[in-house]
């Protein structure tokens, strides 16, 4: 083997090398940024509902037709946000929401109250029932 074959075959090398390092790391950087936009598609979700219940609450004290309406509205949208959120959360990895979920339960039914009269709260409930 001559000198510049070794070369070549050291450099190839270092090539290789590289191009697993910079894929390892290309790879970390995709799941962080796939992170941040759930972030922020959460965050945006989180400010359209204060906003919705916002001007829920202006419809009611201007007793506008509407207002009913809205209050539904935010009812739905709210708990299909939660079901889209927690669709990927297994309970039985993360005992602490488990935990709080069946405290929620609890608090409700204390209250003489029935989780499954609270549409957007139930399948929230029913989540954490089944996860255990």
């Known amino acids: 083997m001559t000198i510049s074959t070794l070369t070549m075959l050291l450099l190839t090398g270092v090539i290789a090398a590289s191009t697993v390092i910079y894929?390892?790391?290309?790879?970390?950087?995709w799941k962080a940024t796939r992170l941040s936009a759930d972030i922020s598609r959460y965050t945006l979700f989180l400010n359209f509902i204060f906003e919705l219940d916002r001007q829920v609450q202006l419809a009611k004290v201007a007793q506008r037709p509407d207002a009913l309406f809205l209050e539904q509205f935010e009812k739905v949208m709210v708990e299909q946000g939660l079901q889209s959120i927690l669709r990927g959360v297994d309970l039985r990895e993360n005992a602490e929401l488990a935990e709080l979920l069946a405290r929620l339960d609890g608090m409700l039914r204390t209250s003489n109250l029935n989780p499954a009269d609270v549409s957007w709260l139930n399948s929230l409930l029913q989540k954490g029932i089944k996860g255990r």
């Open 23 to 29: 894929t390892f790391y290309s790879i970390r950087l």
